[in-house]
């Protein structure tokens, strides 16, 4: 069984396996450090831009407040993530939020250990094959 192979010794599997794989780690740089602004429609009284930041640009976002903010904590749960502020020596708890950085890391582990294991079972296949193709010779 002969399958089509692209850019030399290397197959489509492999080649959209390390394509997954570059989206999810790029997926994952940009939620701890990305930023991105974009227009929100419907602001009042006038159109205003929204931001989403990272884990660690939101971290640096609420140490800017040099003149209130005394420290910055961070601190991760299971799938969450939560800011919190130490303003006028009372620590000002923050809001617990999704963590698609830890969602990205889960993903790529589950992604890579299913593509392990499928390559795996392929080499205990084509070790089967070539047992059997040695007794009949």
């Given at each position: 069984?002969?399958?089509?192979?692209?850019?030399?010794?290397?197959?489509?599997?492999?080649?959209?396996?390390?394509?997954?794989?570059?989206?999810?780690?790029?997926?994952?740089i940009f939620n701890l450090f990305g930023v991105f602004t974009f227009w929100q429609?419907?602001?009042?009284?006038?159109?205003?831009?929204?931001?989403?930041?990272?884990?660690?640009?939101?971290?640096?976002?609420?140490?800017?407040?040099?003149?209130?903010?005394?420290?910055?904590?961070?601190?991760?749960?299971?799938?969450?993530?939560?800011?919190?502020?130490?303003?006028n020596w009372a620590v000002r708890p923050g809001v617990p939020t999704f963590s698609?950085?830890?969602?990205?890391?889960?993903?790529?582990?589950?992604?890579?250990?299913?593509?392990?294991?499928?390559?795996?079972?392929?080499?205990?296949?084509?070790?089967?094959?070539?047992?059997?193709?040695?007794?009949?010779?």
């Amino acid at each position: 069984m002969k399958k089509k192979k692209l850019f030399g010794k290397l197959g489509i599997e492999t080649i959209s396996f390390l394509i997954l794989d570059g989206l999810l780690i790029g997926f994952l740089i940009f939620n701890l450090f990305g930023v991105f602004t974009f227009w929100q429609i419907g602001k009042e009284p006038q159109p205003g831009y929204v931001t989403i930041r990272g884990m660690y640009s939101d971290l640096q976002y609420h140490a800017s407040f040099k003149q209130s903010v005394i420290e910055v904590f961070l601190s991760q749960g299971f799938l969450t993530y939560q800011i919190d502020c130490l303003v006028n020596w009372a620590v000002r708890p923050g809001v617990p939020t999704f963590s698609w950085m830890q969602v990205s890391i889960l993903l790529l582990v589950f992604i890579n250990l299913w593509m392990a294991n499928k390559y795996l079972q392929l080499a205990k296949k084509l070790k089967q094959a070539l047992k059997l193709n040695s007794i009949y010779k």
